[in-house]
């Protein structure tokens, strides 16, 4: 008994076995049901994984699966012979074809310049006077009159920058500023917004001679004579020569933009330099971009590849028997079976029917791999619609992986419901857990009552037994 009741020991041994109680107890009630819920919550961690990567082949299954304008496979390029000259881009509603273009002329912004003046000097003053001024601007059919105020003292560069800060606040189709050919000299440019004859220039005075003291008399706007060095006028006498000409398959074509989207259907066309007479039209063949197609497929397949290792990682038991997650899982099994079954079925509605037609495999651990590049290559620039056919058709490939994955990643589909069992499942382990938990206390309490008995007893048997030795000694 000393053993257990050592009064000599700092710590209470009473303490000492309660402890060693709950610990036994713990280990034997408790531990097993947190097992159980750390296995199902690492389930629970994967199941999100796996519904991930089926998120992500149902994405790719169902933007295979667009048809038309939409089809991931009606990608087209087009591929220029001089791109100094022009670029184009291709749409997929283009047509695969050849085309000779030649650049006559460019597209230019409509610009006027003002005669040049000292900076410092007033002649513009001088000839114009003080007070307001107003000039009118017509442009794309919209007529504008701006108001400019000039006061006394004020230097021909005062007054040129009034105009283009008036014109500029005013007018929303133009541009004006004050350009210094030298350090001492400037000059008012005023220039469209955008190319074209449409948005060609006509200016005039209408009260006072503020455009004609700048260079800008009513001849030269109206008859569009040419600016030189020094005097005031148009940049391009000819309106004409502010549009795009350009010479597509024989056929003359204007434009008022370098940017051409309505010539050739589903091709945007960007000039960039005019050419000369004699010079090579530029060829544009309009192809199926073949790197792009065969890109899309590849990441099919890596979408696809992902899943298939992740279902093989997570349901495999190793040969010292080690065991996945999901090892021996029905769920799991049978939705690589189900995948494999529609990856791997003829598609009937097409021709070729199976991706072995088109270079790709599927490997023995159920992920595939395009074995023949220059056969799948092959079928995508003879004619993309084969491949198209192969995944986006009615029974196509990715339609049917679409509709299959579908109820799986949907919200409140097999994945949520099975993960929603799990938390249920993990919320009753927890209410279990804090059962036992009170349980192994309440009898903890109850331990330690009754060792508190016995240890008063045994406290009380030590004194009479001291009491009885002492009254022995006293006889003797």
């Given amino acids: 008994m000393s053993f257990f009741f050592n009064t000599n020991n700092n710590i209470n041994p009473i303490d000492n076995l309660i402890q060693l109680f709950k610990q036994s107890e ?30 992500a082949l149902y994405q790719v299954a169902k933007d295979l699966s667009a ?29 695969v074809s050849n ?33 307001i001024k107003t000039i009118r601007l017509i442009i794309n059919g919209v007529s504008t009159d701006v108001n400019v105020s000039i006061s006394a003292g004020d230097t021909n560069n005062a007054i040129l920058n009034k105009i283009a800060s008036a014109i500029n606040s005013t007018v929303g189709d133009v541009n004006a500023t004050v350009v210094n050919p030298t350090s001492s000299t400037a000059r008012l440019v005023i220039k469209s917004k955008n190319t074209g004859s449409q948005y060609a220039i006509s ?59 309505d010539v050739i259907p589903g091709v945007t066309i960007e000039l960039r330099k005019a050419q000369s007479p004699g ?10 971009d073949i790197s792009q197609v065969k890109g899309t497929v590849e990441s099919f397949i890596k979408a696809y590849n992902d899943l298939i290792k992740f279902i093989n990682d997570e349901t495999k038991t190793t040969t010292e028997g ?13 939705l690589k079976m189900e995948l494999r079954l529609r990856i791997s079925s003829g598609v009937s509605s097409a021709n070729p029917s199976f991706l072995s037609d088109v270079g790709i495999k599927i490997n023995p651990n159920g992920t595939l791999v395009i074995f023949d590049v220059s056969k799948l290559e092959k079928t ?42 799990g938390k249920e499942q993990i919320k009753r382990l927890e209410e279990r857990i804090k059962s036992l938990n009170e349980l192994i206390d309440e009898r903890a309490e109850n331990l330690r009552r009754q060792f508190a008995q016995l240890q008063s007893l045994y406290f009380a048997f030590t004194r009479q037994q001291a009491l009885i030795q002492q009254m022995t000694s006293i006889l003797q």
Avoid: C, W
């Fill in 99 to 131: 085309h000779t273009i030649f650049v006559q002329q460019l597209a230019k912004e409509d610009t006027i310049l003002s005669s040049r003046f000292s900076i410092s000097g007033n002649e513009i003053l001088n000839a114009t006077g003080e007070g």
């Fill in 67 to 95: 048809v038309g304008v939409n089809s991931k496979f009606q990608v087209k390029s087009a591929v220029v012979s001089n791109p100094d000259v022009l670029n184009a881009t291709a749409q997929s509603s283009a047509i």
């Fill in 203 to 261: 200016m005039s005075d209408v009260y006072g001679n503020l455009l004609a003291s700048i260079g800008l008399d009513s001849n030269t706007l109206s008859n569009r004579l040419s600016s030189t060095e020094t005097n005031g006028g148009y940049l391009y006498t000819d309106a004409n020569l502010l549009d795009a000409k350009i010479i597509v398959d024989g056929i003359n074509i204007t434009r008022s933009s370098n940017k051409i989207s």
């Fill in 380 to 421: 995508i620039a003879d004619d993309v619609s084969k491949i198209e056919s192969l995944f986006n058709s009615s029974d196509g490939i990715a339609v049917r992986l679409k509709d299959f994955v579908n109820p799986f990643v949907q919200v409140g589909g097999v994945i949520d419901k099975r993960i929603d069992f």
């Fill in 26 to 55: 713990t280990s034997k009630l408790v531990k097993p049901v947190e097992a159980q819920k750390s296995s199902i919550q690492t389930k629970n961690s994967t199941l999100l994984d796996l519904k991930l990567k089926l998120s």
């Fill in 279 to 288: 010079d090579t039209p530029v060829s544009v063949t309009i192809q199926t």
């Fill in 322 to 334: 080690n065991r996945a997650t999901f090892s021996g899982d029905q769920m799991l099994m049978k």
